[in-house]
């Protein structure tokens, strides 16, 4: 009750703001003078707006400002302006010179800045992309990019997986906040925030702690949409969308509108999806030729709805969103006779609200809170009965203070916390009930010398587990275990630096130290977990000769040093970039394919037994992207990259993916666009003990795609081929590549309506 008394009073707090004097306005043009409309102009850290079809901007200020005006456009390069505004009004006109890359804004970097502006590499998919390629789970819609593989885990639950780390390495959040899910815990729980109605996804490759906490040591995924407004909507907009997949029978239909009076907003957005089994060109399982012809229990039904309202003021805003998704999917079997079909019965709600002040005092541009709450629960079905429920009620509350330059340095600064009740009922209760606290306390700043921007930050976090007492059957019966808790202090440094060393290039290094504690799964599983087909042991437990002791020795936080090097080369006859990564992480969480069975270890049946397990790891990652123009019409996309995993000790990690590489054919002429692709995956044969190799396949995809403008709109009609070649795809970064490959031959045909 606390908090929410909080939440208000911040809420009714974001719509009241100081006055101000001063005025600061202009025009964005071109190098030829033409002026660029929706341009994003804003001061670092505090108030922004668009500029007008005409490319005016105003922008009200506090006197006797020193601020650092930041403007962006997708396809511009951006521009930095520091001025001093004494009193009045102030005029700043600003060039922008066209970009060959697009150039589009990271909500969820600490500066705002473009993924060309990065000291770490960061991927951004458009809203139009997301249109052309969006797929029922978050990781198979971002799988292409570089760095980024899927989990493919049947048709609802595939997470991203960033350099081969993923669960509790790589953060989900839904506008800067986390989406409170389980899809930490195991690879069968889906991810629970919807790409159809995004306006972006930001994919931050690397460690993305220093903001986002215990959770984002191996990167961050920021899912943006348009339930939140910080400045001021005076008309009617929306979008609507459709479209029908062969290969599985999916019918996708989701829309939104968003709406204003210039002060007050609302919105709302929904997503309903349908699909069936999912074909594939061969077997499900090999030599089993009942499986022929499509994945057994790949179906899936999901529903997500929201709304949203907000207010925004001359120098505030604050929003209030709620969401509802309720999903059912199938998890594939093994192909064992007598084994159950296991469906996922899923429910979620979730609030957030997100308010800001602009220039409340002198020396702080912007003060802002977000806040977040989850309840989340899932029914896990056998043959249609429920057997094992799990439930998640999360919060989460962020202050962060930007402040305006102390000498030549800015940046943000604030307090985070997040609390989490966790708990399992039924008869696979895999973990014992817990609640896990954070609290942290932030700091990034910036600074430019000449060619070169540096970037300086560290967070100390206090991470709190507490675990009640489960009970747990071995060879020496049943007993009762009351698992030690954790309290640990993880500290997080970072630095990095963006040098501007010659027109068309840039390069961007950064150094990182942080540490996770260990979650309650790593710790405390133990039990049968059908879903995933294993059975599950934590690094709490000892396997000695077949028997299982409890034993609540150390549990040694993990501890990553990160180093990152990338190229970027912004204009000439080609653009793209390379990136370098190495990563050291000692005392790693992993999980180990023991060589058991339940039986073994005095419990019924056959499952393979994972145990987690510590041991010192390193992770290099290598990846490339090009854009090559061949003329107005023509013009070549091409990504590679490689991930390679391995124990200090000897031996590798498990489940990471072969090297990779693609090609994309591309024609755009009007409002026509047509590309075929390639994307080929090498043999994997660096496994873990017991982990078997896996073959290498290449997918061929097209698509063509048509713009209809209207006087109230622009609608687009597009159909695209995935797996032409009707491949035997299995996937090395999938639990089930065993019994389930991925979709074979597929054509998606679609259109999408925005005004």
Sequence with gaps: MKLALSYVALAV???????????????????????????????????????DTQGHYQLSLADNSHVHLHVSNDNFKHADHDLHIATGTVTQNVSLEQAMMENIVVTASPFLRSAMESTTPISVMTEDQLKLN??????????????????????????????????????????????????????DHAVTTEAGTAQQIEILRGPGSLLYGNAAIGGVVNVVNNRVHEQSVDELSGNFGTHYVTGNNGRTVNGELNGGDGKFNWHLDGTHRNTDDF???????????????????????????????????????VSLSGANTQSNYGIPGRGVQGDPD????????????????????????????????????????????????FYNKQSEARLSVNNTPWGEWQGVMGLHAIHRDFSVQG???????????TIAAFIVQER?????????????????????????????????YQPDGLSDNNITLSAGVVWDFATAYNLGLSIERAERSATAEELYSFGAHDATQSFEVGSQFKIENGNVIPDSGDSDKEIANNIDLTLRKLEGAWTGSFSVAYNKINDFYYEKDTGLVASDIGSEGDLPVYQFTQ???????????????FNDTW????????????????????????????????????????????????????????????????????????????????????????????QDARPHTSLLKEYSPLMGRSFMLGMNYDF
Aim: aromatic share 8%.
């Design 13 to 51: 707090a974001g719509c009241f703001s100081p006055v101000m004097a001063a005025q600061l306005q202009g025009q964005i043009t071109d190098n030829n003078g033409t002026p660029i409309p929706n341009a994003h102009v804003s001061i670092d850290g505090g108030k922004k707006t668009t500029s």
């Design 134 to 187: 969006i797929e029922p789970t978050l990781g198979d819609t971002l799988e292409k990019l570089p760095g980024v593989q899927a989990s493919h885990f049947g048709a609802g639950a595939s997470r991203p997986i960033i350099r081969g780390m993923s669960g509790p390495r790589v953060m989900v959040l839904e506008n800067g906040l986390s989406v409170g899910d389980a899809s930490t815990v195991s690879a």
């Design 279 to 317: 074909n594939i060109a061969g077997n499900a399982i090999e030599g089993q030729a009942e499986t022929h012809g499509s994945v057994a229990n790949s179906q899936l039904k999901l529903d997500d709805y929201a709304a949203g309202v907000g207010y925004t003021g001359d120098n505030s805003f």
């Design 342 to 389: 296991i469906t996922i019965d899923l429910k979620k709600t979730a609030w957030q609200l997100h308010s800001g002040l602009f220039d409340p005092f002198a020396g702080v541009s912007k003060i802002r809170f977000d806040a977040g709450y989850t309840d989340y629960q899932h029914a896990e079905q056998e043959n249609g009965d429920a057997d094992t429920f």
């Design 427 to 437: 008869e696979e209760a895999l973990t014992p009930d817990s609640k896990t606290d």
């Design 448 to 480: 430019k010398f000449g060619d070169f921007r540096i970037e300086l930050g560290s967070r100390i976090e206090h991470y709190r587990l507490n675990p009640d007492s489960m009970s747990i059957e071995t060879l020496n019966g049943s007993q009762n």
């Design 615 to 629: 041991g010192d790891a390193e992770l290099y990652s290598v990846e490339a992207q090009a854009n090559i123009p």
């Design 635 to 726: 013009s070549l996309d091409l990504l590679s990259d490689y991930t390679r995993g391995k124990l200090v000790d000897g031996g590798n990690l498990p489940l990471i993916s072969p090297m990779r590489f693609g090609s994309t054919l591309n024609f755009d002429q009007q409002d026509w666009h047509a590309e075929v692709g390639v994307m080929g995956y090498a043999k994997q044969t660096d496994t873990a003990e017991n982990e078997t190799d896996t073959a290498g396949y290449a997918l061929v995809d097209t698509a063509l795609t048509y713009h209809l403008p209207t006087e109230n709109g622009d609608m687009m009609f597009y159909v695209k081929g995935n797996n032409l070649l009707d």
